[in-house]
């Protein structure tokens, strides 16, 4: 039986939406929220057959407005790469199992899935082992030749709207600030995750990469955009030296990106820069994953200490 009061949680017409979708002789017998997410409401639901085999599922529902304005948009991009990428060699995404991007039958806009084994890993534990695994990952997700492309990647921060972080060095930033006022460099295009990072992988103990979750952001666009997301999620769960070394680990796994330095710097700079407006929602759920050293004010000074790193190294 399903326990009521978590039932509750899903609420009646998702409930329903969801039992629609399931093979003739299977029910919802519980379910788990998932921790970590930012944009959406993540729940693992358990589907039970008459041999009392069990299965599980993923649902995904946007309930804040400011997401539920963009839901459409991002559930069809996640829809289509997680119809796509069950066929793709060596990237372990989820399978669509149904989606309602305009809540035409549920509360909210929601997108069910198949359920991928393995666990995020965010400590600094391991990760000389797991960072060349995430490199070879994401060279493998650039490989995929979809025979419809993507729409094309979404970079909404500006030279305006970045946030420069209290006691910062503020002749880095003021630099770093002047690369992205420029115009985007030429790119060949490549499939993106555009939010590929170690919150959104998962390992087994070996560890192996087990699945790659959140296409919410599948995208066309330059290869190092991704790898600049990576650099900067690394940078600042485990410190500016790994952020650099993942752009190498990268290379070393087959993955090409700009020849010339200043394009590269460019994509670097310009996702660094995006984190300095979201640290307070990218610190959270590090912290509930049991990182709670990172304070959005400790967050705040390892993105210091990477943009000036960047400036450093690639300037």
């Known amino acids: 039986m399903v326990n009521r009061d978590e039932a509750a949680a899903v609420r009646p017409l998702t409930l329903e939406w969801v039992r629609r979708h399931l093979e003739v002789g299977e029910r919802i017998v519980g379910f788990q929220v998932l921790r970590g997410g930012v944009t959406a409401e993540m729940r693992r639901l358990t589907i039970g057959a008459r041999d009392g085999s069990t299965r599980d599922l993923v649902l995904r529902t946007y309930v804040d407005p400011f997401f539920v304005e963009r839901a459409e948009d991002l559930l069809d991009r996640e829809a289509g790469a997680l119809t796509l990428l069950p066929g793709a060699a060596g990237v372990p995404a989820p399978a669509l199992v149904a989606v309602d991007p305009t809540a035409a039958h549920c509360e909210y806009p929601s997108l069910l899935m198949s359920h991928v084994p393995g666990r995020t890993?965010?400590?600094?534990e391991g990760l000389e082992a797991r960072v060349p695994l995430l490199a070879r990952q994401l060279v493998a997700i650039h490989a995929v030749r979809p025979a419809e492309r993507p729409r094309e990647y979404v970079a909404l921060t500006t030279a305006d709207t970045v946030v420069v972080?209290?006691?910062a060095d503020a002749v880095a930033w003021a630099a770093a600030i002047d690369v992205i006022r420029k115009p985007a460099?030429?790119?060949e295009g490549r499939f993106l995750h555009r939010d590929f990072h170690p919150g959104n992988v998962l390992f087994d103990a070996a560890p192996r990469v087990t699945g790659v979750v959140d296409w919410a952001g599948a995208?066309?666009?330059p290869a190092d955009l991704d790898v600049a997301h990576c650099s900067t999620?690394?940078?600042l769960l485990h410190g500016p030296v790994w952020g650099l070394r993942f752009v190498a680990a990268y290379e070393?796994?087959?993955?090409?990106l700009a020849a010339v330095a200043s394009e590269r710097l460019y994509w670097q700079v310009r996702d660094a820069l995006a984190f300095s407006e979201e640290v307070h929602l990218v610190a959270q759920p590090w912290r509930e994953a049991g990182r709670a050293e990172l304070t959005a004010r400790a967050v705040e000074e390892r993105l210091d200490d990477y943009v000036t790193a960047l400036m450093d190294a690639l300037g």
Do not use: I
């Open 121 to 124: 890993v965010l400590g600094d």
């Open 233 to 235: 999620n690394l940078a």
């Open 252 to 256: 070393e796994a087959g993955g090409v």
């Open 219 to 221: 995208s066309w666009g």
């Open 165 to 167: 972080p209290k006691r």
């Open 185 to 187: 460099p030429a790119y």
